[in-house]
């Protein structure tokens, strides 16, 4: 099984994400992500607890990552990242990952 990780950054190179609450929520809300990962290190929690909700509601797949250093990195900027949206997954295996939408 691959690791979030990887996979976002194949996404990053080879289709196509979204970084940062805002951009993930209306992805996720419009329906045009495939995949939403959040880190778990984001404090306070309340900035992100709606995106799993959304994904439920609208069938896309969500992610818990446990760094939100790792996820930035993985997405290819210098800052740490608290969100994540795959639009498009390019080469990446989106169904490697196990949903952990509740």
Do not use: W
């Not at 984001?42 to 709606?50: A, D, F, R």
């Not at 990242?81 to 509740?102: L, P, R």
């Amino acid at each position: 099984m691959a690791d979030v990780y990887s996979v976002i950054e194949k996404a990053k190179k080879t289709g196509k994400i979204d970084k940062g609450i805002n951009e993930v929520t209306k992805a996720v809300e419009r329906g045009v992500a495939k995949l939403a990962v959040v880190a778990a290190d984001v404090e306070p929690k309340e900035l992100t607890q709606h995106i799993p909700i959304i994904c439920k509601e609208k069938d896309i797949k969500f992610v818990e990552a446990d760094s939100k250093e790792k996820l930035g990195i993985s997405a290819g900027i210098n800052v740490p990242c608290s969100a994540i949206a795959v639009i498009e997954a390019g080469e990446a295996d989106i169904n490697s990952i196990k949903s952990e939408a509740k």
